[in-house]
């Protein structure tokens, strides 16, 4: 879908930010590129949408070269949303929602119809809030508004650069789940930048990490997590996600299994309890002086001289053995 070629991009300060940058993004696919503050992640999104050129190398989306298209023309196919929100104060919120399609001539009844869908997608009702002014909604709902704005013109692509980062924890959570949510309906290609690994994880079907204008490592999220490529990666994914989704995936035995703990085959009944008390666990392994296992029933002593193996036995049941 969309394609970059050996993109490199110097500005004119002569600051090389991006250096041979060659990816691709899949129809349909939640693409994240994540990285630490100046790797180059917006510098590459923005080109997208042509607010940045390259200094050299290509970018095609649909196999169609941009540099050859009408900016304007191919940002109304492109749906962008920023951290800062960015609606427009002295719009109300259905006319901000409506801005692209009514910049795109949409009839009047087909750009109402999709404001008030796009509202229910993401729980704001039409009749509440439409009539509102940016400033009279929370953070959270305003960039709900954001998010559905990007997608009114019924963009193939949508451009999402750090959206829910200036947002509480809270709502940035819910944001991501929505987000999940809604991507599942719509499966629009989205590029969607970010520093925070735990939202790449949450949200990506693959992750692109940048480090100095390079692309370091494109994979899904269990594969980088699974064999990252190099130590900088290991380092922004952390040890203790590394730890964790070992034990997700491969947990280890020693965490699944209570240990065992071993009695001598002439242990009598009271001792042993006294020893699963102590130990606190719900059975003990017979063994011989050599600490070989010993098959219970033949070996443990009877408890009850004289009593009939019927009664040994739920003696043993008793022990869980
Ligand atoms: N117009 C510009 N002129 C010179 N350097 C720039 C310009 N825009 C961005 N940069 C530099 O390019 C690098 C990448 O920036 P950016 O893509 O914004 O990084 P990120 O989004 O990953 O934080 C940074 O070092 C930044 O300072
Ligand atoms: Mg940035």
């Given at each position: 879908?969309?394609?970059?070629?050996?993109?490199?991009?110097?500005?004119?300060?002569?600051?090389?930010?991006?250096k041979?940058?060659?990816?691709?993004?899949?129809?349909?696919e939640?693409?994240?590129?994540?990285?630490?503050?100046?790797s180059?992640?917006?510098?590459?999104?923005?080109?997208?949408?042509?607010?940045?050129?390259?200094?050299?190398g290509?970018?095609?989306?649909?196999?169609?070269?941009?540099?050859?298209?009408?900016?304007v023309k191919?940002?109304r196919?492109?749906?962008?949303?920023?951290?800062?929100?960015?609606?427009?104060?002295?719009?109300?919120?259905?006319?901000?929602?409506?801005?692209?399609?009514?910049?795109?001539?949409?009839?009047?009844?087909?750009?109402?119809?999709?404001?008030?869908e796009?509202?229910?997608?993401?729980?704001?009702?039409?009749?509440?809030?439409?009539?509102r002014?940016p400033?009279?909604?929370s953070?959270?709902?305003?960039?709900?508004i954001?998010?559905?704005r990007?997608?009114?013109?019924?963009?193939?692509?949508?451009?999402?650069?750090?959206?829910?980062?200036?947002l509480?924890?809270?709502?940035?959570?819910?944001?991501q789940?929505e987000?999940?949510?809604?991507?599942?309906?719509?499966?629009?290609t989205?590029?969607?930048?970010?520093?925070d690994?735990?939202?790449?994880?949450?949200?990506?079907?693959?992750?692109?990490?940048?480090?100095?204008?390079?692309?370091?490592?494109?994979?899904?999220?269990?594969?980088?997590?699974?064999?990252?490529?190099?130590?900088?990666?290991?380092s922004?994914?952390?040890?203790?996600?590394?730890q964790?989704?070992?034990?997700?995936?491969?947990?280890?035995?020693?965490?699944?299994m209570?240990?065992?703990?071993?009695?001598?085959?002439?242990?009598?009944?009271?001792?042993s309890?006294?020893?699963?008390?102590?130990?606190?666990v719900?059975?003990?392994v017979?063994?011989?002086?050599?600490n070989?296992f010993?098959q219970?029933?033949?070996?443990?002593?009877?408890?009850?001289?004289?009593?009939?193996?019927?009664?040994?036995?739920?003696w043993?049941?008793?022990?869980?053995?």
């Amino acid at each position: 879908m969309i394609e970059f070629k050996e993109v490199n991009k110097v500005f004119r300060d002569g600051f090389h930010a991006l250096k041979n940058i060659t990816f691709k993004v899949e129809e349909g696919e939640l693409l994240v590129l994540i990285g630490p503050s100046g790797s180059g992640k917006t510098t590459t999104m923005r080109m997208i949408n042509r607010l940045i050129e390259p200094t050299k190398g290509t970018i095609t989306i649909e196999g169609k070269d941009i540099s050859k298209e009408d900016p304007v023309k191919l940002r109304r196919t492109i749906g962008y949303v920023i951290q800062q929100i960015g609606l427009l104060p002295h719009m109300t919120i259905k006319e901000n929602v409506s801005l692209v399609p009514r910049l795109m001539k949409w009839k009047k009844e087909r750009y109402i119809d999709k404001v008030d869908e796009l509202m229910h997608m993401v729980g704001l009702d039409p009749e509440m809030f439409g009539e509102r002014y940016p400033s009279e909604l929370s953070g959270g709902q305003q960039q709900r508004i954001g998010v559905i704005r990007a997608l009114a013109a019924e963009p193939k692509i949508i451009l999402m650069d750090e959206p829910f980062s200036a947002l509480d924890p809270i709502s940035r959570e819910q944001l991501q789940d929505e987000l999940v949510r809604l991507q599942r309906d719509i499966q629009k290609t989205i590029v969607f930048v970010t520093h925070d690994m735990d939202e790449a994880l949450k949200i990506a079907d693959r992750i692109c990490i940048m480090k100095d204008g390079e692309v370091v490592q494109l994979d899904t999220p269990e594969n980088i997590i699974r064999r990252p490529a190099n130590e900088f990666v290991r380092s922004f994914i952390g040890e203790d996600r590394l730890q964790e989704s070992d034990s997700i995936s491969f947990p280890k035995l020693t965490k699944l299994m209570v240990p065992a703990v071993t009695a001598g085959e002439n242990r009598r009944l009271a001792e042993s309890l006294k020893m699963i008390r102590n130990k606190r666990v719900n059975s003990l392994v017979v063994v011989n002086d050599q600490n070989v296992f010993q098959q219970p029933a033949a070996r443990i002593r009877s408890p009850l001289p004289g009593k009939t193996s019927q009664s040994r036995r739920s003696w043993f049941t008793l022990w869980g053995i």
